[in-house]
T-cell receptor, first 116, second 115 residues
Framework: DGGITQSPKYLFRKEGQNVTLSCEQN?????MYWYRQDPGQGLRLIYY???????QKGDIAEGYSVSREKKESFPLTVTSAQKNPTAFYLC???????????????FGAGSRLTVL | AQKITQTQPGMFVQEKEAVTLDCTYD???????LFWYKQPSSGEMIFLIY??????QNATEGRYSLNFQKARKSANLVISASQLGDSAMYFC????????????FGRGTSLIVHP
């Protein structure tokens, strides 16, 4: 079955450590996204990529980094520069901008990061 | 700039009753899309329904319908015949031409269905 796989599901990090969240899709989607979810805040965009080897900052990119070396993969690194990294992280993909508003996202199951 | 507002933090409904979840939006773009997603306690976001700004008919998908009132900039979700499995968080989202059609999400509404 086609879908998005995020790993790990749960991750604990000590302050000062970098951690990388994995996101893999087999939907042949061009675009991939990372959102952060905090209680009562909805989803906020961290980074997105519309094509391999290219990505753009979202609304809250500070303290995060990404790469898009393969179409299927869009890993997110939470660096020690991120002041409050404890959150639920959702990866998504879509066919991308087709010139209409119908950019439907398919989401992974999420990764919950806790800083100890 | 685009903005999505969901003013209901929580809603309760009796099983088999209908419920309306409110969503208003703000954009100066003429071309945009509106979406509703469901997030059960497991955490995964599930796409429910889509409405394009040029669509004249309200979108429907099974028990879900989107009440699109363009002049009022509202895109309310109506769930008919609620089921216990409908208990979840519901998020309204919008994508606009000026925003490269990257979806922006509201803060969500928690729906609890009582037996």
């Amino acid at each position: 079955d086609g879908g998005i796989t995020q790993s790990p599901k749960y991750l604990f990090r000590k302050e000062g450590q970098n951690v990388t969240l994995s996101c893999e899709q087999n939907l042949n989607h061009d675009a991939m996204y990372w959102y952060r979810q905090d209680p009562g805040q909805g989803l906020r965009l961290i980074y997105y990529s519309q094509i391999v080897n290219d990505f753009q900052k979202g609304d809250i990119a500070e303290g995060y980094s990404v790469s898009r070396e393969k179409k299927e993969s869009f890993p997110l690194t939470v660096t020690s520069a991120q002041k409050n990294p404890t959150a639920f992280y959702l990866c998504a993909s879509s066919m991308g901008d087709r010139g209409t508003g119908a950019n439907v996202l398919t989401f992974g199951a999420g990764s919950r990061l806790t800083v100890l | 700039a685009q903005k999505i507002t969901q003013t209901q933090p929580g809603m309760f409904v009796q099983e088999k009753e209908a419920v309306t979840l409110d969503c208003t939006y703000d954009t100066s773009d003429q071309s945009y899309g509106l979406f509703w997603y469901k997030q059960p306690s497991s955490g995964e976001m599930i796409f429910l329904i889509y409405q394009g700004s040029y669509d004249e008919q309200n979108a429907t998908e099974g028990r879900y319908s989107l009440n699109f009132q363009k002049a009022r900039k509202s895109a309310n979700l109506v769930i008919s015949a609620s089921q216990l499995g409908d208990s979840a968080m519901y998020f309204c989202a919008m994508s606009t031409r000026g925003g490269s059609y990257i979806p922006t999400f509201g803060r969500g509404t928690s729906l609890i269905v009582h037996p």
